[in-house]
């Protein structure tokens, strides 16, 4: 897909109303909210995250992230929260893509792919056709306690590079992303959004600073 000029930014482990309004108010596009994962700094419960969904006013949207991993389990994970969008950390076991796309019309799927060598290419490529866009992050499936995301470490972004030049549909990066290094990840890769967690908390709450700064860095 060609290069976006402006991107757009996902700001993820939202916790609350609250930290929802503030990443809205410094200028965030959508917002993600972290189902119970194998270990992650953001997670919080299903209620909070139906709470959080209905509080945000469109045209934002609010990702559900689950670890789910087939389409009987997403799809009943979605129905307790009613998000927007259902971010898939993980890969699917069924390939029940179609499945959870007629079951839930109108709720967009981004497939998160862990950038690790050239077989991650293979997999994003193999995987748009069935998704609404792709999320490149920086975590390990095959640990023995999985890494889902939320790892604060960036990885090779020559590879996600080269996923963004040969998937047509849109390609978020993540994954270590700050103040400090996102003009330099912008430049190499060129994605269509941004999601970040880490990079805009001090001691786990959302730091106004820190977006503030994030933002301008993003703007240039
Ligand atoms: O943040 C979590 O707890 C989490 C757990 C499991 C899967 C995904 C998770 N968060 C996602 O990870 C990215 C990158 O985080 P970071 O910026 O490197 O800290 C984040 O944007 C969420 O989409």
């Known amino acids: 897909m060609r290069p976006t000029l402006?991107?757009?930014v996902k700001i993820c482990c939202i916790s609350s109303v609250e930290e929802a309004k503030l990443a809205i108010d410094c200028g965030a596009s959508a917002l993600g909210l972290v189902g119970n994962m194998p270990s992650g700094p953001g997670i919080i419960e299903d209620s909070l995250i139906k709470e959080i969904a209905r509080a945000v006013p469109p045209p934002i949207a609010t990702f559900l992230l689950t670890s789910e991993t087939n389409a009987d389990g997403i799809i009943d994970h979605y129905r307790r929260v009613?998000?927007?969008?259902?971010?898939?950390?993980?890969?699917?076991?069924?390939?029940?893509y179609e499945k959870i796309r007629t079951a839930l019309p109108g709720?967009?799927?981004?497939q998160v792919i862990h950038v690790i060598d050239?077989?991650?290419?293979?997999?994003?490529?193999?995987?748009?056709?069935f998704v609404h866009a792709i999320l490149l992050d920086s975590g390990n499936p095959n640990l023995?306690?999985?890494?889902?995301?939320?790892?604060?470490?960036?990885?090779?972004?020559?590879l996600s590079k080269k996923i963004r030049e040969q998937v047509d549909i849109p390609v978020f990066l993540a994954g270590g992303l700050q103040a400090n290094n996102v003009r330099a990840a912008i430049d190499v890769v060129h994605p269509f959004g941004l999601d970040l967690c880490?990079?805009?908390?001090?001691?786990?709450?959302?730091d106004?600073?820190?977006?503030?700064d994030f933002f301008e860095a993003v703007d240039g």
């Open 198 to 206: 880490s990079g805009v908390r001090t001691n786990g709450k959302l």
């Open 118 to 129: 050239d077989d991650s290419i293979k997999e994003a490529i193999r995987i748009a056709p």
């Open 82 to 96: 009613h998000t927007s969008t259902i971010q898939l950390v993980d890969a699917l076991t069924d390939n029940g």
């Open 107 to 110: 709720v967009k799927l981004v």
């Open 6 to 8: 402006h991107p757009r």
């Open 208 to 212: 106004r600073k820190k977006l503030v």
């Open 144 to 158: 023995e306690i999985k890494e889902l995301g939320g790892t604060g470490r960036t990885h090779d972004w020559e």
